[in-house]
Structures are given as C-alpha cells and as structure tokens.
C-alpha cells in the first residue's frame, strides 16, 4: 500500500513538473512563419525604453524597472525589447538592446500621462516602432519567469534560425514582446532599421570608443606613477 502511494506521489510530481515546464515553453512545438500582420507590430507602437550595452542577461533588471513604472496603472503591461546582435557571433560586451515597456498602440495611450512623466524621470526614453509589413514570427508559452527565458534561449531560437535558414530569408534584429503567457519573437523582414534607437552604434564605432578608453586608461596609469619610482628601478639595477 505504502508502495502505491509513493508511486502515485512521483506520478504527480512528474505530471506538475512536466506541466510547469510545459507552461514556459519546454515540451512544445514552435512554428515560426512569415507573416503580414506580426503581434503587436500589426500597427506603430509608442515605447518607452532605455539602451543597454553588453550581455542580453543583463537586461531583465531594465525591463523589471519598466514594469515598476507602470505598477499601479490599472490597464495589462506589455514589456519588451530589441534585440540589435546576435550573440553567437557578437563579442558579450558589445551586444546591444533596447527594452522597456509599450505605452500607446496607433497614437493611443494605454497608460495614463502621468506614468509616461515617472518613466521619463527614471530614465527611459519614449520610441515610436514602426508598423511591420512582414515578418518572421514564432510564439512561446511563458510565465515570465527564468525558466521561460531558458526555453527562448535553449530551443525557440534554434528553432526560429533553422526557419529562416531553411527559407534563405535575411534578418537581422529580434524585437520580442513579453506579456503575462506568452512571448512573441519577431524578426521585421523590411525596414529594419526603422527600429534603430539614437544610441545605436555600429560594431566599428564600438570597438574604436574600448580602444580609445583602453588607451586613456592605460595613460592615466603612467600619469598616476609615483615620482622618483624611474630614479629608484635605475638605482636597483646599478
């Protein structure tokens, strides 16, 4: 008896594993497709968002701090971001977003004006994303938890690049929305550049502004070397 019981316990605790796991896009089948009426990008899109330079792991805090912003306001929050990199050939800390929050769909407003203020105070500037005409797009469960960014990173992404792959299409950046089930990930298939924020560099300027800083810094440590530490090496080799 004690057996049975024991057994049917694991039973349940696989089913609730496997079903959790399920819920943030373990064990499903994601169906990229090209499509004229991508989610949310159907029509322009006002943001609020703030850049992020260096790995995309990082970039859940700003999100988190988005969301805050709008914590009390009474109307769904969809969160966001744009993803200008792909990190399997972009160096960690050259890898560039931009993320926050949607705040108006058509010229609409979907919060009220003051959570657009406490935004801006904290930080976060306001983007208008352009309607897509056609995209690549793939929709994952999600709780928004960890284990649902694991899912995207693991398999839906391998899944959406064998896509576009497999269908010789060119893309180039991810803008993904998150909301309270799901995550949409969305690859525009024409002017993608309309989705360049100000701050957006290229990889040569990037790498010229770290060497430039490379440079000041090391000129700082000779500059920083105390007097007579030349005099007293020279003495020591004598």
Same mark, same amino acid.
């Given at each position: 008896? $004690?057996?049975l019981a024991f057994i049917a316990v694991l039973v349940a605790g696989a089913i609730y594993i496997f079903l959790t796991l399920r819920?943030?896009?373990f064990f499903v089948t994601v169906e990229p497709s090209v499509?004229?009426? +991508? =989610?949310?990008?159907? =029509?322009?899109l006002t943001v609020y968002y703030k850049y992020h330079l260096g790995p995309y792991q990082n970039v859940m805090k700003v999100i988190d701090e988005a969301k805050q912003g709008l914590s009390t306001s009474p109307s769904?929050?969809?969160?966001?971001g744009i993803y200008y990199d792909n990190p399997e050939t972009t160096d960690s800390h050259f890898l560039q977003s931009a993320v926050g929050v949607v705040f108006g769909t058509e010229g609409k407003d979907l919060h009220e004006e003051k959570y657009a203020k406490e935004l801006h105070d904290n930080g976060f500037e306001k983007f208008v994303m352009p309607k897509v005409e056609r995209?690549?797009?793939?929709?994952? +469960?999600?709780t928004g938890?960890?284990?649902? $960014?694991? /899912?995207?990173?693991? $398999?839906?992404? &391998?899944?959406? *690049?064998?896509?576009?792959?497999?269908?010789?299409?060119?893309?180039?950046? @991810?803008v993904e929305f998150y909301t309270d089930n799901e995550i949409d990930v969305?690859?525009?298939?024409?002017d993608a550049n309309e989705f360049l924020v100000k701050d957006y560099q290229t990889?040569?300027?990037?790498?010229?502004? /770290?060497?430039?800083? *490379?440079?000041?810094?090391? %000129?700082?440590?000779? %500059? &920083?070397? +105390?007097?007579? @530490? %030349?005099?007293?090496?020279?003495?020591?080799?004598?």
């Open positions: 008896m $004690f057996e819920k943030n896009g499509t004229t009426t +991508p =989610k949310h990008l159907d =029509k322009p769904p929050v969809t969160s966001f995209a690549v797009q793939a929709v994952q +469960p999600s938890g960890f284990a649902s $960014f694991l /899912a995207l990173v693991w $398999f839906t992404y &391998s899944t959406i *690049r064998k896509y576009i792959t497999d269908n010789k299409l060119e893309t180039t950046y @991810a969305i690859f525009p298939l024409d990889i040569d300027q990037l790498e010229s502004e /770290a060497a430039k800083k *490379r440079f000041d810094s090391s %000129e700082e440590d000779s %500059e &920083s070397e +105390p007097e007579g @530490a %030349e005099e007293t090496e020279q003495e020591e080799e004598k």
